[in-house]
């Protein structure tokens, strides 16, 4: 009964994580499909075209950055997910929901575009981005504590690190919503300082590790 149930997890896992790649898929989809055919005003010649296309610098620009976000959360909702191994109705719920954040972004982009002069505008991006992080940082949390879903291999030490990881990006996200009533660029900024931040707590956590097997093997 126990591997029954252990196998009805896994296939539950698999059908989840299949979900959430094509929800992933669709939303980056919904993104290029927002951009609009720059209208020429006159002759169509190279020099109009070109200048049609620059007019549109700032819709290319929400576009650059929504899909980095997206693929952002992607590779962060991968990498918490190879440690996950079972689901349950908790997890389910967790997942459903940063999905649900996940498709909003295309909205929050085009009320961007249109509203790009506008601090909420700026606010109601920010607030999307800081909802979905927040979402897979408790999911990381709900699948972690008490070695619920994941190998009960799994150290203390990875498992607080990898909460810390998951916290790195909702910080971010909320210093840009009060950036973001200064200038919007500086909120853009932030945004896309999340995977340096990330990657900066990875080396420091791998150089942590490594002096300490060095010193285990020292003594």
Known sequence: M?????????????????????????????LVLDL???????????ASLASALVLEWQSFL????????????WIAHHRIF????????GLITF?????????????ATRVLDNYESIPLAVVLYASVLLAASL??????????????LIERETS?????WLWIRT??????????????LVNRYLSIAAWLTVSPAVLLLDRRFTKQINKRSSQLKGT
């Open 2 to 30: 126990d591997s029954f149930d252990s196998t009805l997890r896994s296939r539950g896992l698999e059908r989840l994580l299949g979900l959430s790649d094509d929800v992933f898929a669709f939303a980056i989809t919904l």
């Open 36 to 46: 609009v055919t720059p209208v020429i005003i006159g002759p169509a010649t190279n």
């Open 62 to 73: 929400n576009y650059f950055v929504s899909f980095w976000v997206i693929g952002m959360f």
């Open 82 to 89: 190879s440690r996950i191994k079972n689901s349950d109705n």
């Open 95 to 107: 997942n459903l929901l940063f999905l649900f954040f996940i498709v909003l972004v295309p909205f």
């Open 135 to 148: 979402v897979s940082a408790l999911t990381w949390r709900y699948a972690s504590r008490g070695h619920r």
């Open 156 to 160: 203390q030490r990875t498992i607080r």
């Open 167 to 180: 916290l790195v990006a909702p910080a971010i996200f909320l210093v840009s919503i009060f950036l973001a």
